[in-house]
């Protein structure tokens, strides 16, 4: 009996527990950091079985993270695309009535990826978080328009994750949004 209950407390210690967290940047930090409004109208899309996804990826001290990648930045996504241009909606399907209706340009698709890690034995934080944001920028009639590739890291000593257990998601995430903006703003001239 003894045996068995030794086995299952080192069970117990070497089994994490699942956190939950957003992988969302600060929003008032999404900023528009360059003069430039392209008058255009554009949509969104993001499948609904991605926007309901759940990620779980390793955290510290055998503990993970869970997180929903899209439901999580959309309001960023949202964001960055109301900075450069004038009218923005989210529609339902590459072939929703809205695009018509509302005279839609563009259609941005994005696909997000995401890879954490900790070196801590005794906290559960990730002390390494990395994303990539890759945007499919599509006409209205879904020709491809080109491709946006963002990748961002964040990095957290101890000190910077006691004050904030999500400062290495933070810095990347923030950083993935900030990169997706200035591109879209540097390929404006394709917006015609």
Known sequence: MLKLLLALFTLLLMSGCVHDISVAP?????QKMRPVTIHRTVAYYIPFELYKQSVVTPGGNNDELRYSPYKDTEASFKKVLDNVFTKVYKIDSLDDE???KHNIQFVFVPAIETMSFSN?????????FNMILKVQVLHADNRELFTTYAQGKGVANFGRYQDNPTYAVEIASRSVFLQFQDEIITKRQLFK
């Open 26 to 30: 600060e929003l008032s930090k999404i």
């Open 98 to 100: 809205k695009i018509k």
């Open 120 to 128: 801590s034995n005794v906290d559960w934080q990730p002390t390494k």
